[in-house]
């Protein structure tokens, strides 16, 4: 029987929500219940053996990691500092505008290249069964997804460390650094045991929110200042970050990643020997979980904004001490001005 008769058998090719937790948890019965199938021993070998992941490789993530770090540096002293002064933006605002606008620019560059990828080259997003073709452990990466893939790994493991020392600190800043060791792991793991193919796909179903995120809190920044010229841009990029996240994060990663790599992943690669195959499922699924945190999170700021009790950055994550009083806000703006 061919891969795609057995596919086409077993589950369904447009899955529901219903179909992901009844085929997934069938799945993981069969695939560890039955001791013929598989031993915890052969599970430990097999996980192992099936990483490729060379010195080169690692050294080269590492060294994306440190420049991502002096081009963040540069972008806010050169670019950001020029607009700023521009727009003459509040000193609370400052650094906040700083960091939306970086990461505004990272993620629009990566999810656009990220999603040609997906979409145009392999067609992934379309059939996202056809990750697991020919698949083995240690095959060779592409070149064009080996590039996002190092560019990627190399900007969370940069985020960790802005997160703790160079970002504003937020409600969410536990939960933020465990986003970020999370997708580091999971892109690193991913690419060790060649599940390069289901990552674009994870990149392509998260990158594209994080665009609107921040835009909408750049446009909200500029707001403060400008007497609401940019309200209406404000309020079009708040709603397509809503439709965004809901899509991509709640209704298509679930469906065609976590359906992917919980079910149809056992079936068609088996007989190469299916490595990891339960942590790297509890990974994503703590992803999907912590997209759900974040979506009752920007619900609520749309709350805020609907009763008029919306701060100015508009982020109901941020503390309350980083917002300064009147008198406070002057002085350190004729500080920043002398």
């Given at each position: 029987?061919?891969?795609?008769?057995?596919?086409?058998?077993?589950?369904?090719?447009?899955?529901?929500?219903?179909?992901?937790?009844?085929?997934?948890?069938?799945?993981?019965?069969?695939?560890?219940?039955?001791?013929?199938?598989?031993?915890?021993?052969?599970?430990?070998?097999?996980?192992?053996?099936?990483?490729?992941?060379?010195?080169?490789?690692?050294?080269?993530?590492?060294?994306?990691?440190?420049?991502?770090?002096?081009?963040?540096?540069?972008?806010?002293?050169?670019?950001?500092?020029?607009?700023?002064?521009?727009?003459?933006?509040?000193?609370?605002?400052?650094?906040?505008?700083?960091?939306?606008?970086?990461?505004?620019?990272?993620?629009?560059?990566?999810?656009?290249?990220?999603?040609?990828?997906?979409?145009?080259?392999?067609?992934?997003?379309?059939?996202?069964?056809?990750?697991?073709?020919?698949?083995?452990?240690?095959?060779?990466?592409?070149?064009?997804?080996?590039?996002?893939?190092?560019i990627q790994c190399g900007f969370y493991f940069h985020s960790i460390y802005a997160t703790l020392y160079l970002d504003s600190r937020r409600h969410d800043f536990y939960i933020m650094i465990l986003h970020h060791v999370v997708t580091a792991t999971l892109i690193f793991v991913s690419y060790a045991i060649r599940y390069h193919r289901i990552g674009l796909l994870v990149?392509?179903?998260?990158?594209?929110?994080?665009?609107?995120?921040?835009?909408?809190?750049?446009?909200?920044?500029?707001?403060?200042?400008?007497?609401?010229?940019?309200?209406?841009?404000?309020?079009?990029?708040?709603?397509?970050?809503?439709?965004?996240?809901?899509?991509?994060?709640?209704?298509?990663?679930?469906?065609?990643?976590?359906?992917?790599?919980?079910?149809?992943?056992?079936?068609?690669?088996?007989?190469?020997?299916?490595?990891?195959?339960?942590?790297?499922?509890?990974?994503?699924?703590?992803?999907?979980?912590?997209?759900?945190?974040?979506?009752?999170?920007?619900?609520?700021?749309?709350?805020?904004?609907?009763?008029?009790?919306?701060?100015?950055?508009?982020?109901?994550?941020?503390?309350?001490?980083?917002?300064?009083?009147?008198?406070?806000?002057?002085?350190?703006?004729?500080?920043?001005?002398?």
């Amino acid at each position: 029987m061919s891969s795609n008769e057995m596919f086409n058998d077993r589950y369904s090719m447009s899955p529901s929500y219903k179909d992901l937790v009844i085929d997934f948890w069938n799945t993981i019965n069969w695939y560890y219940l039955n001791d013929e199938k598989i031993s915890s021993k052969t599970i430990v070998s097999n996980s192992i053996q099936s990483f490729s992941f060379n010195c080169f490789d690692i050294f080269s993530i590492i060294f994306i990691a440190f420049l991502f770090t002096y081009i963040r540096y540069a972008f806010g002293s050169i670019v950001s500092l020029k607009t700023i002064k521009r727009f003459q933006l509040t000193v609370p605002n400052e650094k906040k505008f700083c960091e939306s606008a970086w990461k505004l620019l990272f993620y629009t560059l990566a999810w656009s290249y990220c999603f040609y990828l997906v979409k145009y080259q392999y067609n992934y997003f379309d059939e996202p069964y056809l990750v697991w073709d020919n698949w083995s452990a240690g095959m060779l990466v592409p070149f064009n997804i080996k590039i996002i893939y190092f560019i990627q790994c190399g900007f969370y493991f940069h985020s960790i460390y802005a997160t703790l020392y160079l970002d504003s600190r937020r409600h969410d800043f536990y939960i933020m650094i465990l986003h970020h060791v999370v997708t580091a792991t999971l892109i690193f793991v991913s690419y060790a045991i060649r599940y390069h193919r289901i990552g674009l796909l994870v990149l392509c179903c998260h990158d594209i929110a994080d665009i609107w995120l921040e835009l909408s809190k750049t446009v909200r920044y500029l707001n403060t200042r400008q007497n609401n010229r940019w309200e209406q841009a404000s309020y079009i990029s708040f709603s397509m970050l809503i439709v965004c996240w809901f899509i991509f994060r709640l209704y298509w990663f679930p469906l065609k990643v976590l359906y992917s790599t919980g079910v149809v992943a056992v079936y068609r690669t088996l007989d190469q020997g299916l490595h990891l195959y339960l942590p790297f499922n509890i990974l994503l699924w703590i992803l999907f979980i912590l997209n759900i945190y974040w979506f009752f999170l920007i619900l609520k700021v749309l709350q805020n904004a609907l009763f008029g009790s919306l701060n100015q950055s508009g982020d109901c994550r941020e503390d309350d001490e980083e917002k300064l009083s009147p008198s406070n806000s002057a002085d350190l703006q004729k500080k920043r001005m002398n």
